[in-house]
T-cell receptor, first 115, second 112 residues
Framework: DTEVTQTPKHLVMGMTNKKSLKCEQH?????MYWYKQKAKKPPELMFV???????INESVPSRFSPECPNSSLLNLHLHALQPEDSALYLC??????????????FGDGTRLSIL | GESVGLHLPTLSVQEGDNSIINCAYS??????FIWYKQESGKGPQFIID?????DKRQGQRVTVLLNKTVKHLSLQIAATQPGDSAVYFC???????????FGGGTRVLVKP
């Protein structure tokens, strides 16, 4: 079992809905990440939080809004999504931001379907 | 054998044989490399990593080789088992920053 926990595992929402994805880790990691993964493709980075502050936004549309309430939690707020946003959303964490040689550990993702 | 088509490259291997998965990277500034295994319905699982000051690192049944001259990374799996069937991704990272860039992935199918 992964030490990065994501909820919900599956989410179906309409284009006008507002929902949130949640991620939690208790490994003391201070870097947390959101990735988007389409079928048969590698994960693509969306956001990076370092010490609870947003450090990287890979030009993600504003209908995705990340939040890091504390060092263990990471949220991704969703609003007015499009059908092409249907994908697996992965959360990851690593120990110390900016330190080399520390792998990212992934959760099992939230499978999101936009109707 | 290995086939490349419209979908993920696939490596079919007989149970008990050794597997070699290859990855080419293009960023000369990358100095940390990771191999991940992703099973259906799961997130990527860390297998092994290597820093650019090494050219080989061994784990349990796995070995990663790094050739910086030709920007090539490989993962060798010894005595491949049915549980090794998955998609394998290489990933690279520069010394500065937190951004991990993934390769396209290779599907490994283990035949009994």
């Amino acid at each position: 079992d992964t030490e990065v926990t994501q909820t919900p595992k599956h989410l179906v929402m309409g284009m006008t809905n507002k929902k949130s994805l949640k991620c939690e880790q208790h490994m003391g990691h201070r870097a947390m990440y959101w990735y988007k993964q389409k079928a048969k493709k590698p994960p693509e980075l969306m956001f990076v939080y370092s010490y609870e502050k947003l450090s990287i936004n890979e030009s993600v549309p504003s209908r995705f809004s990340p939040e890091c309430p504390n060092s263990s939690l990471l949220n991704l707020h969703l609003h007015a999504l499009q059908p092409e946003d249907s994908a697996l959303y992965l959360c990851a964490s690593s120990l110390t931001p900016g330190t080399q040689g520390q792998p990212q550990h992934f959760g099992d993702g939230t499978r999101l379907s936009i109707l | 054998g290995e086939s490349v088509g419209l979908h993920l490259p696939t490596l079919s291997v007989q149970e008990g044989d050794n597997s070699i998965i290859n990855c080419a990277y293009s960023n000369s500034a990358s100095d940390y490399f990771i191999w991940y295994k992703q099973e259906s319905g799961k997130g990527p699982q860390f297998i092994i990593d290597i820093r650019s000051n090494m050219d080989k690192r061994q784990g349990q049944r796995v070995t990663v080789l790094l050739n910086k001259t030709v920007k090539h990374l490989s993962l060798q799996i010894a005595a491949t088992q049915p549980g090794d069937s998955a998609v394998y991704f290489c990933a690279e990272k520069e010394a500065a920053g937190n951004k991990l860039t993934f390769g396209g992935g290779t599907r490994v199918l283990v035949k009994p």
